[in-house]
């Protein structure tokens, strides 16, 4: 009786145990759904160390803190999800491989990448993409600077209209107890700095009491346009299927300095999102982001006709060369129409990078800007003030989002002459090779008529430096581009030391002589006067020395004779032309240095060993 007893005393607590983790489970997935991720993630944490739903709860935390962009910590869930690799859907190794970027494990994630692929995964060219990223070998740097009117909260999406600074954060002067269940902080409204520097919110019209921003401004300033929840005449819009609130953007006219009609844009909609306005600098495009249906997936980027009094033309899809499976989020197009947006579909340094695209030419590529700009985590809402260097960046790579201050320098023109070392005079078709740190070739380039050449290089690295013609030796150097932030242009002039071969700078053949003779016949002239040229005119400090020789027939005393005959002709013939005769030294070699070398040479053999040769003994 007693062991029946606590049988039924297990199973009834047992069973309030399993109730209560059911409860659990039920509220945790109920605040998942309602977005209150940070609340979530406390009590998915509780499950799993009770043992209950463990996968499925993992999967969840992972998912969660990859929202929460915490990728350190969705790693460590994610791993646990692989471990029973069985049961590991493809899909998990690409959300993984996701988490290891934003982690910094760059070689880790490549390799779940390719398994994704090697799975048949459903996202191909978005992964093909990450895998054969190649970043341009040239590009333009930023120096960032963290600013000075960031909060504990969130602070993105900067702009600057007339002598303002306007950014989005989630600061809450307005002592709202109100808070964002995704993040736990207050909603998101729009500010403006001051002359002081201090951060007042922009207008009781503008902001409300859920998301407010960013903003994009009319070129005249004349009117905002602006992101906001689906909120209008101080009530909440209708929410979506799923009871989401989607954002909208709206318009407001400036009116002696407030800002009124504010109005939502036609093209807006209770089921889906429209957000991140940005203006073109002809007031008449709007761009913005948007997940609505016929998308590439995720959200996408789009452009809209401004056609005045709240009319606008029908919103275009940039296409598929921009808009990837993934999100495209928060353009901004500049006065030369280089679009510039973040994305986590086409690669790069972590889980959302800031990217440039000519939309003038129909055949530029996605460019990213590099890993001063770009971080391991998300990089966001890239402003820059027109005709300026000048702008702004967000990112959270510090942990919450924050506005860094950028100033932008392009790369430096690196120029300069290609110029003989001995004379002086500018070398054409020297070809000019530039190799990166790990010598791989970055720029091949060869100087024109002038000796002239000029290239594009990034600043703050040591480029290796290969030069050559084919009359010159080769030369090698490294250029440092550091520390040259105020320069425009880098000046490195190359000076070729000229090979010391007469024959070959003078483009000249030996010169023949009959048998038996040492007068300097009709086509040895020809070739003499071409080395008086190079002596003259060229080289004017040329010394050279003249070697004759002679073929084996006779004594070799005769031949020695012979050829001191030979070489003196050749001198005076030199010495005729003008050439001084201190810069000519001469010598006989008889037959002891065959062109040659046969003991029963032909006729055609023994022309080739009566001959005059040059060779140089200083070149200053």
């Given at each position: 009786m007693k062991k029946l007893y606590y049988l039924s005393l297990f199973f009834f607590v047992f069973s309030m145990s399993v109730q209560a983790q059911y409860g659990k489970q039920k509220r945790a997935d109920k605040l998942y759904n309602n977005l209150a991720y940070t609340e979530a993630v406390e009590v998915y944490k509780d499950l799993i160390e009770n043992d209950y739903n463990t996968r499925e709860n993992r999967i969840k935390l992972a998912e969660i803190y990859m929202k929460l962009r915490s990728p350190e910590n969705a790693v460590f869930y994610y791993e646990d999800i692989l471990e029973d690799s069985l049961n590991s859907s493809a899909e998990y190794y690409y959300d993984y491989a996701r988490a290891l970027r934003g982690a910094k494990r760059y070689e880790e994630s490549r390799k779940w990448l390719q398994k994704y692929l090697d799975s048949d995964g459903k996202v191909v060219t978005e992964v093909s993409k990450i895998l054969n990223a190649k970043h341009p070998e040239v590009q333009t740097t930023y120096t960032l600077t963290k600013t000075g009117f960031n909060s504990e909260f969130s602070d993105f999406g900067a702009v600057k209209y007339g002598e303002k600074t306007y950014f989005v954060s989630a600061r809450n002067t307005n002592n709202s107890d109100k808070k964002y269940s995704w993040n736990n902080e207050p909603f998101l409204d729009i500010y403006e700095l001051n002359p002081q520097n201090e951060a007042t919110s922009i207008s009781e019209e503008i902001n409300t009491k859920l998301h407010d921003g960013p903003l994009s401004f009319s070129p005249n300033g004349e009117t905002l346009y602006f992101t906001r929840n689906n909120y209008y005449n101080n009530k909440e819009g209708k929410r979506d299927e799923e009871a989401t609130n989607h954002l909208k953007i709206y318009s407001a006219q400036n009116s002696g300095g407030s800002w009124t009609n504010i109005q939502e844009l036609p093209f807006n909609s209770d089921a889906y999102s429209v957000g991140h306005p940005s203006v073109s600098k002809d007031g008449k495009t709007l761009y913005f982001a948007s997940n609505m249906p016929g998308g590439q997936g995720g959200t996408d980027l789009y452009k809209v006709a401004i056609n005045g009094n709240n009319n606008f033309g029908v919103p275009e899809n940039l296409g598929e060369k921009i808009n990837t499976a993934k999100d495209e989020t928060f353009p901004f197009i500049d006065e030369d129409e280089e679009l510039y947006f973040s994305s986590s579909g086409h690669g790069g340094y972590g889980l959302a990078d800031i990217f440039k695209i000519d939309l003038k030419n129909g055949?530029?590529?996605?460019?990213?800007?590099?890993?001063?700009?770009?971080?391991?985590?998300?990089?966001?809402?890239?402003?820059?003030?027109?005709?300026?260097?000048?702008?702004?960046?967000?990112?959270?790579?510090?942990?919450?989002?924050?506005?860094?201050?950028?100033?932008?320098?392009?790369?430096?023109?690196?120029?300069?002459?290609?110029?003989?070392?001995?004379?002086?005079?500018?070398?054409?078709?020297?070809?000019?090779?530039?190799?990166?740190?790990?010598?791989?070739?970055?720029?091949?380039?060869?100087?024109?008529?002038?000796?002239?050449?000029?290239?594009?290089?990034?600043?703050?690295?040591?480029?290796?430096?290969e030069a050559k013609q084919i009359e010159y030796k080769s030369f090698k150097a490294t250029l440092s581009t550091k520390n040259m932030e105020d320069k425009v242009e880098m000046e490195y002039n190359i000076a070729l030391q000229p090979v010391a071969d007469v024959e070959y700078l003078a483009e000249i053949n030996n010169i023949y002589f009959d048998f038996d003779k040492s007068n300097i016949r009709p086509d040895a002239a020809k070739e003499l006067d071409k080395l008086v040229k190079l002596m003259r005119d060229e080289y004017p400090d040329l010394v050279i020395e003249i070697g004759s020789h002679t073929d084996k027939r006779g004594s070799e005393a005769y031949n020695e004779a012979l050829a001191e005959r030979r070489a003196k002709a050749t001198r005076d013939y030199l010495i005729a032309e003008g050439i001084d005769k201190d810069r000519i030294k001469e010598q006989g070699y008889g037959e002891r240095e065959p062109a040659i070398a046969c003991d029963r040479c032909s006729r055609e053999q023994h022309q080739l060993n009566r001959r005059s040769m040059f060779s140089v003994v200083n070149m200053n």
């Open positions: 055949n530029a590529q996605i460019t990213n800007l590099g890993e001063t700009i770009n971080s391991n985590l998300d990089d966001f809402s890239y402003f820059r003030e027109s005709d300026t260097n000048a702008g702004f960046i967000a990112s959270n790579r510090e942990g919450s989002d924050n506005v860094y201050a950028f100033n932008r320098l392009l790369p430096l023109i690196l120029k300069g002459k290609v110029t003989d070392a001995v004379n002086g005079n500018p070398i054409a078709q020297a070809t000019i090779r530039l190799f990166n740190e790990r010598k791989e070739q970055i720029a091949f380039l060869e100087s024109d008529n002038d000796g002239n050449y000029k290239t594009k290089v990034n600043r703050n690295i040591s480029i290796p430096l």
